[in-house]
């Protein structure tokens, strides 16, 4: 499972790491400009994402307008949306508006921080990534 992780918190993007590191390699993007850019290059490079994890709050620009670009991207290249990346918006807005802006953009799931463990691989596995 290849991901890529969206967060500009050190702390959180060390703990994503970790829950993640035995399940394949991953990937660091401290905003979603950089998710963007990241996704575009994975995607030109036929080795598109499995799971992107992303955060809302974020400098240059926020997880839902990135979301947003990435499915166009996503869209763009011809992929159907059961072939898409699996999204996880990790944040720690878990108001109405943000959450169901996220599902509106097409995310897969949302977690709200502090992100436990458990909880993100039961996502996983609801999502088909692992068993």
């Not at 869209?75 to 949306?81: H, M, Q």
């Not at 878990?94 to 039961?122: Q, R, T």
Request: net charge negative; with cysteine.
């Amino acid at each position: 499972m290849k991901t890529l992780i969206v967060e500009d918190d050190f702390t959180s993007r060390l703990l994503l790491q970790e829950f993640l590191k035995s399940y394949g390699p991953s990937h660091i993007a401290v905003n979603g400009k950089e998710a963007v850019i990241a996704v575009r290059l994975a995607l030109e490079a036929n080795e598109p994402y499995d799971l992107i994890c992303i955060d809302i709050m974020m400098p240059e620009m926020d997880g839902q307008l990135a979301l947003k670009e990435i499915r166009a991207q996503e869209e763009a290249k011809g992929l159907k949306p059961a072939d898409w990346a699996k999204v996880v918006m990790t944040t720690a807005l878990d108001d109405p508006k943000n959450v169901i802006g996220a599902y509106h953009n097409l995310c897969d799931a949302y977690l709200a921080k502090p992100i436990h463990k458990s909880k993100l691989l039961e996502e996983l596995r609801k999502l088909r990534l692992i068993k």
